[in-house]
């Protein structure tokens, strides 16, 4: 009974240790949350404005626009670097997957080490490993996979680019989303930096006259708008991100919490039971002596 009370004092104190560290990495997850989502918000005003001048411009014919047959479609999937944040890499991975099954050809960008462990586990060729970094602190961090989908679509290899991320709604909600990136839409994306807000502002807005020319105006805006939405869509994946593993953690210290109540239980029944049959063999050795 004694080795028995020692195993779970052992067990006792490893749940307890387990329990500080999730601890502590919930709270550290909370603060990169935080910071996560003010990237988010910082990003708003920029996707407005750039939608403001896109709707003033006039409707004319622009290799962006153009919806072809020949080619094949690009899949770029944001996902994180890291584990411990519940179904959050599995859920991309599981979109992407199912976007793939129809379209078994696409070429395929992960940003993510998670996305291209899973993808490349279910038989997925990756045809491109993009860096990401566990912080995104500029637009210039995706800079390189926007470069690669554009020349891309400008070369007439792809006839359309998707994309596979997280959506941040709240901290108790996220929802992957596949959205389109080319062909380009004057239509605003509701679902990415809430830059449909724009089109209203765009209604009221005074005729501009561009210079040199509204074609080269698009030449310039279009790149920088898909760069805006690349970047935008991982910031919320990050904060997505940090929120599930924020609460992933909660529910493993919650976890602890009852399994060292479960362990101190048996641990005292373990103790009152050693006592009580020490009790009885000290009782039943008198009874003998006498």
């Not at 976007?99 to 998670?114: E, H, M, Q, S, Y």
């Not at 561009?210 to 805006?228: G, H, K, N, Y």
Request: charged share 25%; proline share 3%; hydrophobic share 45%.
């Amino acid at each position: 009974m004694a080795k028995g009370t020692l195993d779970l004092k052992r067990k006792m104190k490893s749940v307890a240790n387990t329990k500080k560290v999730t601890k502590a990495m919930e709270m550290v997850s909370g603060a990169k949350m935080r910071k996560a989502t003010v990237s988010v918000l910082s990003t708003r005003p920029y996707s407005h404005a750039a939608w403001q001048v896109l709707q003033s411009l006039p409707v004319v014919s622009h290799p962006f626009f153009e919806t072809r047959a020949e080619g094949e479609t690009a899949v770029i999937v944001i996902s994180s670097n890291r584990g411990l944040c519940g179904s959050f890499n599995n859920n991309v991975a599981q979109q992407a997957l199912k976007r793939l099954k129809k379209n078994p050809t696409a070429d395929v960008f992960t940003l993510g080490k998670k996305a291209r462990e899973t993808l490349s586990s279910a038989g997925i060729i990756i045809t491109g490993d993009f860096e990401k970094f566990d912080i995104t602190r500029s637009i210039e961090d995706v800079i390189p996979l926007a470069y690669v989908v554009l020349q891309g679509y400008l070369e007439k290899k792809y006839n359309r680019v998707e994309m596979v991320y997280t959506d941040f709604v709240s901290p108790l909600k996220q929802i992957v989303r596949t959205v389109r990136l080319l062909p380009f839409s004057r239509l605003a994306d509701e679902n990415l930096g809430e830059v449909g807000e724009a089109t209203i502002e765009s209604a009221l807005a005074r005729d501009i006259v561009f210079e040199p020319s509204a074609m080269e105006v698009l030449d310039f805006i279009i790149p920088r708008i898909i760069e805006t939405k690349i970047f935008q869509a991982v910031l919320e994946s990050e904060a997505s991100e940090h929120s599930a593993r924020m609460l992933a953690m909660k529910n493993a210290s919650e976890a602890a919490t009852d399994l060292m109540y479960a362990l101190n239980r048996s641990y005292n029944q373990a103790r009152q039971g050693a006592i009580t049959q020490e009790i009885a063999e000290i009782s039943a050795g008198r009874a003998a002596l006498e």
